[in-house]
């Protein structure tokens, strides 16, 4: 997993195959959803960006580092409240 984390942030727009090629790991996107549920706590997160005009196919997709967006939400909003 650490060696995805590196080649998305060390290569931006990096496609899935590429990092197949470097990383040896044949599912590269379970691989990041596992890694974005570690990054949420730091701030940032591992977007895909889908080219257009090109037909849905996993090595087509780009990915890419960026800054997750952070939201203060009221206790009445929060998924864990007893309350509910």
């Not at 931006?12 to 090629?21: E, F, G, K, V």
């Not at 706590?41 to 580092?65: A, C, K, Q, S, T």
């Amino acid at each position: 997993m650490a060696k995805v984390f590196v080649a998305v942030a060390d290569t931006p727009l990096i496609n899935t195959h590429q990092i197949r090629m470097v990383t040896d790991i044949s599912n590269p996107s379970n691989a990041i959803r596992t890694i974005n549920k570690k990054l949420m706590n730091h701030g940032l997160m591992i977007m895909r960006e889908e080219p257009i005009g090109v037909p849905p196919n996993g090595d087509f997709h780009y990915w890419y580092l960026c800054e997750a967006p952070i939201q203060t939400l009221p206790v009445q909003m929060a998924d864990n409240d007893p309350r509910i």
